[in-house]
């Protein structure tokens, strides 16, 4: 299935968690990322259960130091 991350388009396999997504991504640690699927934050306890529908708008955010 196909869903826009950062509005790039990415495949992913049929059945696809954020937790799943997450490593497809070459994302390993998650401190400091949120996640927004279709404009709505998902909280990390849920990343585990949420499934990802095709033609989903997932945006990624990743926070940084500095000043």
Do not use: H, Y
Request: net charge negative; hydrophobic share 45%; glycine share 6%.
């Amino acid at each position: 299935m196909e869903v826009l991350v950062n509005n790039q388009t990415i495949t992913t396999p049929a059945s696809c968690t954020i937790n799943k997504l997450l490593p497809l991504l070459g994302i390993s640690d998650t401190r400091g990322i949120a996640v927004a699927v279709n404009e709505q934050v998902i909280a990390k306890a849920n990343w585990l259960t949420f499934e990802l529908l095709p033609e989903d708008k997932v945006i990624l955010i990743k926070a940084t130091q500095g000043g």
